[in-house]
């Protein structure tokens, strides 16, 4: 079997997140594959969030009412807690194997794929638009992309925990193995001739993002069957990788 297809573990097994804000708690708490260890909340903010557990069936012997000034002692400075923390597992990376088997039961899908994005934040920004626009995974290099982290989940406003996510150890391997299994590989590229509106957009498709200023390396382009760039104003060099990611879902969305 592929190294690229073995289930992976948690990139820091044995370590403990401590997540934060209202959607983020939320998810993590209705997430089956979450392990919770603890949960802090507000004392104005308790029945809320009992009842929503008592709701949605979800323990919750493991709350903890605290005061607002705890939170100052466990998070940064500038955290948006809104009164809920909770100490959890990292969440287990779904395997490229999965994700291919997870393919093979559609018509048509889209997977998202990052070359080197290091930034926290725009990776929690673009999980948040890959769940808002229905693609299937986000595979990012398990080598040059940071580990989960709370300021990723608060980005992602929850939603890391509905999205797969997929790290591999040779990402242009994986582009390989992704068209063994029927995608179309569609490079984003500033400097490319077509634009990603003019794409075949049925079948099962990855784009692939690169880095801020580099862009895709040239073993990852060399993988892709078509390059493509946004039709943005040609006096803008380029968008955050975030907001260009959330534009190019959007478009393979478009039927």
């Known amino acids: 079997m592929n190294k690229n297809h073995r289930p992976q573990k948690p990139q820091t097994s044995g370590a403990e997140l401590i997540l934060y804000g209202r959607h983020a708690v939320f998810s993590a708490l209705a997430n089956p594959k979450r392990r919770i260890n603890r949960v802090l909340t507000c004392r104005e903010n308790f029945a809320e969030l009992k009842n929503w557990c008592e709701t949605h069936h979800i323990d919750d012997t493991k709350i903890k009412v605290v005061e607002r000034s705890e939170f100052a002692k466990i998070l940064p400075a500038d955290a948006v807690h809104q009164g809920f923390a909770l100490y959890c597992a990292p969440l287990p990376n779904f395997s490229l194997e999965e994700i291919c088997e997870m393919a093979a039961a559609k018509d048509s899908c889209t997977v998202l794929v990052l070359d080197q994005v290091t930034d926290p934040q725009n990776i929690g920004a673009i999980i948040r638009s890959c769940a808002a626009f229905g693609a299937l995974a986000l595979i990012l290099q398990d080598k040059n992309s940071p580990c989960e982290t709370a300021a990723m989940a608060k980005a992602s406003a929850g939603t890391i925990d509905i999205l797969p996510v997929c790290r591999v150890t040779n990402l242009s391997r994986a582009l390989e193995q992704l068209k063994q299994n029927g995608f179309w590989t569609i490079g984003m590229d500033g400097y490319a001739k077509d634009t990603i509106d003019k794409v075949n957009k049925s079948g099962k498709n990855a784009v692939i993002m690169g880095s801020e200023g580099k862009?895709?390396?040239?073993?990852?382009?060399?993988?892709?069957?078509?390059?493509?760039?946004?039709?943005?104003?040609?006096?803008?060099?380029?968008?955050?990788?975030?907001?260009?990611?959330?534009i190019a879902l959007y478009e393979m969305k478009r039927s």
């Open 215 to 246: 862009g895709m390396r040239r073993l990852i382009e060399e993988n892709c069957d078509i390059t493509v760039k946004l039709p943005i104003d040609p006096r803008v060099e380029s968008l955050n990788v975030s907001t260009a990611a959330a």
